[in-house]
């Protein structure tokens, strides 16, 4: 279960994991659409650091809610600017 | 021992799947519309892949690839509702 200590993945992926939440806290035209955008960041981030603990189950289920909370997220978008 | 081809050819991929992650977040971050921004986040979904088929994950990868391009199309739906 040890695994190496730095992979790039680990490396890659923990920067686009600090960078994409400072992005997603701070959106920069404020409103809802970017702040949505840039949730997705971090995500990837994330995954590439599952990748790097060899987690594979992890990144199955990850993946999939990640689309599912983003799906919930949209609609909740839409009803609250009165549309679909 | 030495570097053949195929070690090679590895090592200059994953460098180049490394640069487009960090370009397609840096674009996504910066970017202001919300099209360039999902088109910037597909570039950074795009360098991810090579790292999870390093690894072996090739069902993960086969999954993601199924999964990832929903949450594009869930965002583009209320990307076209606010712009209207």
């Not at chain 1, 995500?43 to 919930?72: C, D, K, P, Q, R």
Request: proline share 4%; charged share 15%; aromatic share 12%.
């Amino acid at each position: 279960m040890t695994a190496e200590l730095y992979t790039p993945e680990f490396v890659i992926g923990l920067l686009v994991l600090f960078i994409g939440t400072i992005a997603a806290a701070f959106p920069r035209p404020k409103n809802y659409l970017t702040q949505l955008i840039n949730l997705e960041i971090p995500g990837w981030g994330l995954l590439l650091v599952m990748l790097h603990y060899n987690e594979a189950l992890a990144l199955f289920t990850f993946a999939a809610v990640s689309v599912l909370s983003t799906y919930i997220f949209v609609r909740v978008m839409q009803k609250k600017e009165g549309i679909g | 021992m030495g570097w053949g081809y195929q070690e090679t050819m590895n090592d200059f991929v994953m460098v180049a799947s490394g640069v487009l992650i960090l370009i397609g977040m840096t674009a996504a971050i910066f970017n202001r519309d919300p099209f360039d921004k999902l088109i910037s986040l597909s570039v950074l979904i795009a360098g991810v892949f090579p790292f999870i088929v390093e690894r072996g994950f090739l069902d993960v990868a086969i999954a993601t690839a199924l999964i990832a391009p929903l949450s594009t199309i869930f965002t583009l739906m209320v990307c076209r509702r606010v712009r209207i």
